[in-house]
């Protein structure tokens, strides 16, 4: 056992598969704005999987939500998948023709390195580098983390992937229903949400009837320290 673990400390390396200098890179507003709409893109294809999975399962959204939590998009790639299968051959090439390919592999893995990575520059080779929390393997004192260094143009590219792949998934899936149903809904405030505004209001309309009380009773105080002046006189 070296003295790195013997003290707990392990130092960090980073790998890519080619090698390269880094320089300093500040990401531009069309590429912070690329990477926004692939974000944003990739909510809503995970919001297609919670909606898949609720239609192979059977269960309705407010389930699923209950169910899944905060569970990540590859856990509830996992939970629909297992679903799939239980339900034949037909199910599981379904499955694999909208998530199980390359294609969808490629953007939910850009979405995750821009979402998730840290920026380190550029490479020589003109590719912006992120260092993701995917281990490669240790190395005496050292623990390998990738690196995924795209051109800063694949960032609309993808996005641009992402946002056509949504319309083609739901119409796939047949989840046409399921995503427009919240749009038929009236946006309610929640009941404790209410009282706790109104709880709120009550404590400051007390807290405005101390200060005033409060203030009178020290112009109570002040007027008969006065008046005792006056008699003292």
Not at 58 to 81: D, E, N, P, V, Y
Not at 109 to 131: P, S
């Amino acid at each position: 056992m070296t003295d790195a673990f013997k003290m707990g400390v392990l130092l960090v390396g980073i790998y890519s598969t080619v090698g390269s200098k880094l320089a300093p890179h500040t990401l531009s507003d069309s590429e912070l704005l690329n990477i926004g709409r692939l974000i944003r893109a990739c909510a809503e294809i995970e919001d297609i999987v919670t909606g898949y999975l609720c239609s192979l399962a059977k269960i309705t959204h407010a389930q699923a939500i209950f169910l899944l939590g905060r569970a990540s998009t590859s856990q509830r790639l996992a939970a629909t998948r297992s679903f799939a299968v239980s339900q034949g051959e037909i199910a599981i090439k379904l499955y694999d023709e909208c998530f199980g390919n390359d294609h969808y592999r490629d953007i939910i893995r850009c979405r995750n390195t821009v979402a998730h990575g840290r920026l380190l520059g550029k490479t020589e080779e003109g590719n912006i580098a992120f260092q993701v929390q995917e281990t490669v393997g240790i190395e005496g004192e050292k623990v390998f983390l990738h690196v995924n260094a795209y051109p800063g143009d694949a960032f609309g590219a993808f996005a641009k992937m992402a946002e056509s792949v949504i319309p083609q998934l739901v119409n796939r899936l047949h989840l046409e229903a399921w995503r427009d149903e919240p749009l038929k809904q009236f946006l309610s405030a929640y009941p404790n949400e209410r009282g706790r505004r109104k709880h709120i209001a009550k404590s400051n309309s007390q807290s405005r009837l101390s200060q005033n009380l409060a203030r009178q009773a020290k112009l109570a105080h002040k007027a008969r320290q006065r008046l005792k002046a006056k008699k003292a006189d």
